[in-house]
């Protein structure tokens, strides 16, 4: 009886299951739809990409299509097709990087698989696999312990990688065929004609740089720190980095692109490393902050309310520095007399914030450790600042190198570089009294001669606001 309970619940179960079946197959599909949809619309070059791979493999196929050229390289076009499939990336950067280390490490181990076919073959038939045994341990063993090498390891592992597979092939399959430099030709022709057609449509076809993504997330990076100083008195804090294995790859694949839009032929892109690791650094001090905001420890009201003024000008004007960082390098111009302006009152905030605290030490013990988070937190905030100038000091070595546009920016009005405009010209003269227009003539008079200011100008190290001098005459 029981047994016959269980066959029926099984069975009710099994129903209900084909039941559902296709209103849960259609609830999948809809589901895998909006995550491809999604995954589209994030970066649209992404589609564009695979776009880019289905072309390169469609015109490698033709070395198999075209009956001449499947008669000139004949199976060892497959070479080219798997070419493009490995070499195939999405930035312009890592497609160069692959494609040449491929290129030229299928050259050097084919010439010198060649090569050790001819020296073992001079050994005589018993010493042949003898020698290529050695030759193949000895450059197989060295080519890889050279991938430890971190500069190596860095920019060129793919290749040391393609040059072991590339020589043992060729070195042991010498031994048992006599048509080796064939071979290798029709090879190395193949891989060659692969990877160039993966350079040429990556270059020339929709490009995406690394480089360019690079810069734009070093400048996002700023922005992020920026919004979170000033949302500090909302006790916001968000700390959402890119890490550092991902800015260093950019920075490697960046390295081995041409010259192209807004970056030259050799451009500094090591400088980013330099700025991305003091922007890290920063961040980090946002997590410090945010534990002891998020903490449940409350300092006295009077004390908050003495220190809370500089705490808040800190945060707001290193803020602004880092938005004007973050615009200098997103348009690549130079924005240094803003920058250290907001880091000057951030400066001059500190002070502000020393002498308060000086003023408002606790008298007891208890009162003491009740402030000792909210001094905490103003530190933080004075080692954030210090690493802001840190920053700006890295961006202004790295605006020089890059060449950066001189900008005065707009904000900044003429009485707050030092100087007053002057927009008029003309004469003054004094009204003497009396009737007699010989006697006005003939007495001392002034004449003041104002010149309009001239355009304002910006040099590297200073700003130079210049008006022509006026002239004072005394007739």
Not at 132 to 144: C, E, Q, R
Not at 303 to 326: D, R, T
Request: glycine share 6%; net charge positive; hydrophobic share 40%.
């Amino acid at each position: 009886m029981e047994m016959d309970l269980n066959s029926q619940v099984k069975k009710a179960g099994f129903l209900q299951r084909l039941k559902d079946f296709p209103s849960n197959l259609k609830d999948d599909v809809t589901k895998r739809i909006k995550n491809v949809h999604k995954l589209g619309k994030d970066d649209p070059r992404r589609i564009i990409h695979s776009i880019k791979v289905g072309l390169s493999l469609t015109l490698v196929s033709m070395l198999y299509y075209v009956k001449p050229l499947y008669n000139s390289f004949g199976v060892s076009g497959m070479w080219a097709i798997l070419t493009v499939v490995v070499v195939s990336e999405f930035t312009v950067g890592a497609t160069l990087s692959k494609g040449l280390n491929r290129g030229f490490a299928t050259l050097i181990a084919g010439a010198l698989g060649v090569g050790a076919v001819h020296l073992a073959r001079l050994c005589g038939h018993k010493g042949e696999p003898i020698v290529l045994g050695i030759l193949v341990f000895s450059l197989g063993a060295a080519a890889t312990f050279s991938r430890f090498f971190p500069r190596i390891k860095q920019r060129y592992d793919y290749g040391a990688l393609i040059f072991i597979l590339t020589f043992s092939m060729v070195a042991v399959s010498g031994y048992r065929t006599d048509e080796i430099l064939v071979i290798a030709y029709q090879r190395l022709s193949t891989i060659l004609i692969g990877g160039t057609i993966c350079i040429l449509v990556s270059i020339f076809a929709f490009p995406v740089w690394a480089g360019e993504d690079l810069h734009n997330m070093i400048a996002n990076n700023i922005i992020k720190l920026a919004n979170s100083l000033e949302g500090f008195e909302c006790e916001y804090f968000p700390s959402s980095e890119k890490t550092s294995k991902e800015t260093n790859s950019c920075a490697n694949l960046a390295r081995w692109e041409p010259g192209h839009g807004r970056f030259r032929l050799r451009y500094p892109w090591t400088k980013y490393l330099k700025i991305a690791g003091l922007v890290r650094q920063c961040a980090f001090h946002f997590e410090i902050l945010n534990g002891y905001v998020l903490s449940d420890a409350k300092a006295p009201q009077d004390f908050i309310s003495k220190i809370q003024e500089p705490c808040s000008i800190m945060s707001k004007e290193a803020g602004e520095a880092l938005k004007a960082i973050a615009k200098s390098i997103k348009t690549m111009s130079r924005y240094n007399v803003c920058v250290n302006t907001h880091i000057k009152n951030s400066r001059n905030a500190i002070e502000n914030l020393r002498l308060a605290l000086k003023i408002s030490f606790p008298e007891t013990e208890k009162d003491l450790f009740e402030i000792i988070p909210v001094v905490t937190i103003a530190s933080t905030l004075i080692d954030i600042v210090n690493y802001v100038e840190k920053i700006s000091e890295a961006v202004e070595e790295f605006s020089v190198l890059a060449h950066f546009k001189e900008t005065l920016d707009p904000k900044l009005t003429v009485p707050e570089l030092g100087q007053h405009q002057l927009l008029h010209k003309g004469t003054v003269k004094p009204v003497l009294e009396g009737d007699k227009e010989e006697e006005y003539n003939n007495s001392p008079h002034v004449v003041v001669a104002v010149h309009d200011e001239q355009t304002p100008t910006v040099n590297e190290k200073n700003v130079s606001l210049g008006a022509e001098k006026t002239t004072v005459v005394v007739v």
